[in-house]
């Protein structure tokens, strides 16, 4: 079935460092995807989202990278801060159904 | 930053109560979504409405309803709670594919 999965459950950085948050789609007809933050206790917060015509982009301090060769989603978080620390989402919008969530990555980040 | 608000923020009932949980935005979507999320766990899709009237059924939607009588607004109704019920619910709305949530609204069932 259409599912949208994430390689990793958690993900440790050290503040100032780089994270990088990985996702996996499967649905090949999918042409939008979104990355979602949510933090304790708050509903997702959207951050960035992507095309299927595009393969980056970029905003204040994140960048979304789309292979759709490998079906591969990613999200770069620049000089990670301790507000970043959160579970991230991914999703991907099939075309004729709702958004479709990934199972979500905890970054923690070490001050 | 979208304007969407759930009420309550939190709620205790017991077993067999029938509740209704709120969800309304002002931003004219025509797009609304239940979902069902325990902590920091994936986000399961109960309902979704694509207008006034029109409702249609997720994952988890067997032990509830839902109805969209205005655009503005779209409630949940669990007509029996269980304790299997306690998790966090959120709503979000849409214009076209990107979905904005509200706070949550955190259910407890004793």
């Known amino acids: 079935g259409e599912s949208v999965g994430l390689h990793l459950p958690t993900l440790s950085v050290q503040e100032g460092d780089n994270s990088i948050i990985n996702c996996a789609y499967s649905?090949?007809?999918?042409?939008?995807f979104i990355w979602y933050k949510q933090e304790s206790g708050k509903g997702p917060q959207f951050i960035i989202d992507?095309?299927?015509?595009?393969d980056k982009r970029q905003g204040q301090r994140v960048t979304v990278l789309l292979n759709k060769t490998v079906k591969h989603l990613s999200l770069q978080i620049a000089a990670t801060q301790p507000g970043d620390s959160a579970v991230y989402f991914c999703?991907?919008?099939?075309?004729?159904?709702?958004?479709?969530f990934g199972k979500g990555t905890r970054l923690s980040v070490i001050a | 930053e979208a304007d969407i608000y759930q009420t309550p923020r939190y709620l205790v009932i017991g077993t067999g109560k029938k509740i209704t949980l709120e969800c309304s935005q002002t931003?004219?979507?025509?797009?609304m979504y239940w979902y069902q999320q325990d902590p920091g766990m994936e986000l399961h899709l109960i309902h979704y409405?694509?207008?006034?009237?029109?409702?249609e059924k997720g994952d988890l939607s067997s032990e509830s309803t839902v109805s969209r009588i205005r655009t503005e607004h779209f409630p949940l109704t669990l007509e029996s709670a269980r304790p299997s019920h306690t998790s966090q619910y959120l709503c979000?709305?849409?214009?076209?594919?990107?979905?904005?949530f509200g706070p949550g609204t955190r259910l407890t069932v004793l």
């Open positions: 999703a991907e919008n099939p075309g004729n159904t709702p958004l479709v």
């Open positions: 992507i095309r299927s015509n595009m």
């Open positions: 409405s694509y207008g006034v009237n029109s409702t």
């Open positions: 649905n090949s007809a999918s042409d939008y």
């Open positions: 979000a709305s849409s214009r076209a594919d990107t979905q904005y």
């Open positions: 931003m004219g979507h025509d797009k």
